[in-house]
């Protein structure tokens, strides 16, 4: 298993304590946690997107230019960029400008996201929210896979005149996951397209994922795509990760900051059923425990979802220094025990972009010189 650290940015008081960093240092905290998950060895960092509530990742692509600068290995994600609510000519450019960068390490991941004030925000309808994410991701792939691209569609101008977006991307399209929360419309179109999924596993019980999860499994095999490259990654819960030398220490010390969080936290349909801690250790996502509950957690879901990416997210209102503390444990107690466990082929050899960007830039090459249509240019990609 390959494993991703999250950050969305929620920028929130200690609920037990009220105190609260700075912006500045939160979003300085982001980019040196980053800097820190790369020497502890983990695979990718991803930061989220939003528009609204107590958030500060209404600008996605500058925090990871920014952990671009000050790191060499670390894939770089997004969580999800919301491209429903976007330009897909911006995306392509301002996402591209950050695979050059990093030197062909991006990959994105797209949704719709689950902040329903972000539609009004950007002056679009909610009721159109599917249709939006389908027809933008529709032109962002040509945009990146295409030079004079010309296109008409129902949500913005047409491209009259042949256009190439640039900066081109480092080595070829970058690789591009659906993020999947609640329904199955996003686990269908990353199977249309042959795309990996990346499940949220963060508030419903894990019943309801696996239901999308089989859904795109079935799509995907319908479609005819290679099974040998449908990846699935899955988050670790709103709780995210706290890990103590036993699972009764972890919930003593953790629980009250779980609870008081939760307790504060009122969305109509988007809040967790798991309003204690007994509960979300038990029955939730939250990875709150010791290493070995926190292993036997991951193995579990792993052997519900068969998932090749775990995704963790930091206690981010807790005191920075013990926020490391936590990712360093969770690196030399937790990861070497489920990449034995559970092994996957993401980013190896056996997978087209796990040398990204050699075997892209070959890729790249080949899809220029042949003008492929639709249907024959997403058998090649995927």
């Known amino acids: ?29 982001v980019v040196e946690t980053a800097r820190r998950a790369e020497e502890l060895g983990f695979d990718s960092f991803s930061v989220g997107e939003r528009h609204a509530g107590e958030f500060i990742s209404s600008s996605p692509t500058t925090v990871l230019a920014a952990i671009a ?56 309808d909610l009721d159109d929210q599917w249709d939006l994410l389908a027809e933008k991701y529709g032109l962002l792939r040509r945009l990146w896979r295409e030079e004079g691209v ?39 179109l990353a199977a249309q397209w042959g795309d990996p999924l990346f499940t949220a596993n963060a508030i419903q019980p894990r019943e309801n994922y696996k239901v999308l999860i089989e859904h795109y499994r079935e799509e995907y095999e319908r479609h005819g795509h290679d099974p040998k490259l449908q990846f699935l990654g899955s988050g670790s819960g709103a709780g995210g990760v706290f890990i103590a030398d036993t699972t009764q220490e972890a919930i003593r010390q953790y629980g009250p900051v779980y609870e008081a969080l939760t307790a504060n936290r009122n969305v109509p349909g988007n809040n967790s059923p798991f309003r204690d801690i007994q509960h979300a250790v038990a029955e939730g996502p939250a990875l709150v425990g010791s290493p ?4 036997d957690k991951i193995l579990s879901y792993h052997g519900l979802y068969g998932h090749d990416l775990q995704s963790i997210s930091l206690p981010t209102t807790l005191p920075f220094e013990q926020q490391l503390d936590i990712l360093e444990r969770f690196a030399l107690d937790v990861i070497p025990a489920v990449r034995a466990a559970a092994p996957t082929t993401l980013w190896e050899a056996g997978d087209p972009y796990g040398s990204r960007p050699e075997s892209a830039a070959s890729h790249a090459n080949s899809l220029s010189s042949s003008h492929l249509s639709s249907r024959s240019e997403n058998a090649l990609v995927h």
């Open 150 to 188: 010309t296109w008409s569609g129902r949500f913005r101008a047409p491209l009259t005149e042949p256009t190439t977006t640039t900066p081109r991307p480092f080595a070829g399209p970058p690789r591009i996951w659906h993020g999947s929360a609640t329904t199955l419309t996003s686990a269908a």
């Open 1 to 29: 298993m390959k494993f991703q650290v999250l950050d969305i940015i929620p920028h929130l008081k200690n609920p037990l304590t009220g105190e609260i960093v700075s912006t500045a240092d939160r979003l300085n905290q």
């Open 292 to 295: 070995e509950q926190v292993i």
């Open 69 to 124: 600068a000050v790191t060499d290995r670390i894939r770089l994600q997004s969580g999800v960029t919301v491209l429903a609510v976007l330009d897909p000519v911006r995306v392509a450019e301002d996402y591209a400008t950050i695979d050059q960068l990093s030197r062909g390490r991006l990959e994105l991941v797209i949704g719709k996201g689950n902040e329903v004030l972000q539609y009004p925000l950007f002056g679009l």
